[in-house]
């Protein structure tokens, strides 16, 4: 069965610190990739997706991902983390079968 | 643009008592629907999803049922709640198979 694994369940950083969250998934065939942000009080919401081409991914408020198809991974990143970036982050996979597996989750905690 | 709305926003219910909860999409047609539970450090569990009016696949077996009377509509149900039915309910809608979720604000239900 497909399965996506985060394996940073809580991490606390400073303000500036640079950021990575794991992501592993198993299922080997074509995927898309998400990570969702759900910051408190407030509705999940799609951070950056992975379709196809550029493993680089790009998202909203500066924070990236890098899909490598041999590591099953897809781990997101943010150079310098903000007080604001403080939420909970989830790995998503699909593989067109309607069916979408979410990670546990990673709540990130900034200080200021 | 489309919006998603869930209702109730709480809900406290006692055990035995029977649950209806309601998810509409709008500004689409033919959404792909989609029930998940909410648990801390568990990520999001799919309950059920729904790619057409009628149409209801469960993944988990358990104490709930879903139901699409109108395309833009999916309820969730039961007619006797048990205390393990608390937890946090989100709709979700996607557009096929392959595109990310666009989810609602959630239903907290309390199960006393």
């Known amino acids: 069965a497909q399965s996506v694994s985060q394996h940073n369940h809580h991490v606390i950083l400073s303000e500036a610190a640079s950021l990575e969250l794991g992501c592993n998934y198993s299922y080997g065939g074509t995927v898309n990739l998400f990570w969702y942000v759900q910051y408190p009080g407030q509705h999940l919401q799609l951070l950056l997706k992975y379709f196809s081409g550029d493993p680089l991914v790009k998202g909203i408020k500066g924070f990236e991902a890098e899909f490598i198809k041999s590591k099953f991974s897809f781990n997101l990143r943010k150079p310098s983390v903000q007080w604001s970036d403080t939420a909970e982050y989830f790995c998503a996979v699909t593989s067109g079968t309607y069916k979408y597996i979410f990670g546990t989750g990673t709540r990130l905690k900034v200080l200021a | 643009s489309q919006t998603i709305h869930q209702w109730p926003a709480t809900l406290v219910q006692p055990v035995g008592s029977p649950l209806s909860l309601e998810c509409t999409v709008e500004?689409?047609?033919?959404?792909?629907l989609y029930w998940y539970r909410q648990a801390a450090g568990r990520g999001l569990q799919l309950l059920f999803y729904s790619v057409g009016i009628g149409q209801i696949s469960s993944e988990v077996p358990q104490n709930l049922s879903a139901s699409r009377p109108q395309d833009r509509q999916f309820i969730l149900s039961s007619k006797k709640l048990l205390l393990s039915d608390s937890g946090f309910y989100l709709c979700?809608?996607?557009?096929?198979?392959?595109?990310?979720?666009?989810f609602g604000p959630g239903t907290r239900l309390t199960v006393l």
């Open positions: 500004g689409t047609s033919n959404p792909n």
């Open positions: 979700a809608w996607s557009q096929d198979s392959r595109n990310e979720q666009f």
